[in-house]
């Protein structure tokens, strides 16, 4: 057993990664690969020595290698679990044991899967991944347990004396300021996460590249079309950040290969990412209202889609708003990286053509409605003048390119103050808008 950290201290925690193979050489390589993340590694060359190891240190991450003599890498990070399960549990494994990586992921609650060989960039994003995510619910177990405590305190204050009512009420004003201030550092540090993961799905692909922001950006502007409320809204435009988070693990040339070229068993791996994406941010109780949105936005409105063939009003209205958005972003940005851009109007005929069919008519006359609103005559503002109802007449980007919010955005409180947030030289210094609706 070896042992080492790096010297940063850039996170509130000291990590302790628990690193699992039978082979000494790929101990080894983990050990230097991980020496770029402020954390300690300890290594084991069986699942039982590795056992023994928890009795002795936190341990916050996992990663075990599948095939190993007397105990196979899923049973050993399913019991694991039971003596640690906070910890986040990654699983290596050769391309020929996807499919029980899969089942590893979906019954063990293991965090992500990764194939060997790895490559070193891919496997310390998801490390660091798995690690923000530690972070953030060891954050949310001590804002339950202040809560706790504080509701504690409550109970016990003698409300008859006017004296110490008026003290109480003045500490709990002040405690509510510090919980709002820790809820908005919490929702701060899953968007970061969040960014974080959408990244290595990027790196994963070119074909994810841009795409889960570009429809996020869309749903996010349809949302007042639609008479959305902002609850509602924020948990769509979540599960359209993560709809496609399924999708990481599958091999490139599975990912990257033209859908009719696809063999049956390619396809039904494909088409698992769904209930993979699911079931990963179900894990994590702040995202579960975005779980069945995720799962569900590959069923057709005419009940042919996947993985359970939905139709009308049995798929959830999150799936198919995505659905709707996302047809329209595969015409406007086509997989598999042929060169052919098509123009908008294509996409839009697209959508047309499939109302009814693989899209609710209601969500598409809503986006068809959103998308004409450049129509009327535009002008220009600055940032300070932006005001809520106001409609963006032309794609809102950085100077970098980066899609912020599409042409058709009707704005919003939340998205103003967002906006406000960023770095000057994120911002546009003049924006094209369109009077309130």
Not at 33 to 39: E, H, N, P, Q, V
Not at 181 to 201: I, P, R, T
Not at 366 to 394: I, N, Q
Request: proline content about 5%; aromatic content about 4%.
């Amino acid at each position: 057993m070896t042992a080492c950290a790096a010297s940063s201290t850039d996170h509130p925690l000291m990590h302790t990664i628990l690193c699992v193979d039978d082979e000494e050489n790929i101990l080894a390589s983990l050990q230097r690969l991980f020496r770029k993340i402020d954390c300690k590694v300890f290594t084991a060359t069986s699942g039982e020595k590795a056992l023994t190891m928890f009795k002795d240190q936190l341990v916050t991450m996992v990663i075990s290698d599948e095939r190993m003599p007397n105990m196979k890498g899923s049973e050993f990070l399913g019991r694991a679990k039971e003596l640690a399960p906070a910890s986040i549990r990654i699983l290596l494994t050769g391309y020929a044991d996807v499919t029980s990586a899969i089942t590893a992921v979906n019954q063990g609650g293991l965090f992500r899967y990764v194939t060997k060989p790895w490559d070193d960039n891919d496997l310390l994003t998801t490390v660091r991944a798995g690690l923000s995510q530690y972070e953030l619910m060891h954050r949310n177990r001590r804002l339950e347990e202040q809560t706790r405590h504080q509701n504690e305190e409550l109970a016990v204050l003698n409300q008859t004396l006017e004296q110490r009512v008026a003290e109480r009420t003045k500490a709990l004003e002040a405690h509510n300021e510090e919980l709002q201030k820790l809820y908005e550092l919490l929702e701060k540090d899953l968007f970061e996460s969040l960014d974080m993961v959408l990244a290595v799905m990027e790196a994963h692909s070119p074909r994810l590249v841009g795409h889960s922001r570009r429809v996020a950006a869309h749903v996010e502007g349809l949302a007042p079309f639609l008479g959305l409320v902002e609850y509602d809204a924020k948990i769509i435009v979540t599960a359209a950040l993560l709809h496609d988070l399924g999708l990481i693990g599958i091999p490139h040339e599975i990912l990257d290969k033209p859908d009719p070229l696809l063999n049956p068993a390619e396809r039904a791996l494909l088409q698992e990412h769904t209930r993979v994406g699911m079931e990963t941010v179900t894990a994590l109780s702040r995202l579960k209202m975005e779980g069945p949105i995720i799962l569900s936005h590959h069923e057709r409105y005419d009940g042919q889609g996947f993985p359970s063939g939905l139709k009308g009003a049995e798929i959830p209205l999150g799936a198919r708003i995505i659905a709707v958005v996302e047809g329209y972003d595969h015409v406007l940005a086509p997989s598999y990286g042929t060169p052919i851009i098509a123009l908008e109007q294509d996409a839009i005929e697209h959508v047309k053509a499939e109302q009814g069919k693989a899209y609710d008519p209601k969500v598409v006359e809503s986006f068809l409605r959103m998308l004409s609103g450049s129509c009327r005559e535009a002008r220009t503002v600055t940032l300070k003048d932006l005001g809520e109802g106001m409609v963006l007449a032309t794609n809102l980007s950085t100077p970098q390119g980066v899609l912020l919010a599409p042409k058709g955005t009707i704005l919003t409180r939340p998205m103003i103050k967002r906006l406000h947030q960023l770095p000057p030289d994120k911002m546009p210094a003049h924006l094209e808008i369109i009077p309130k609706i």
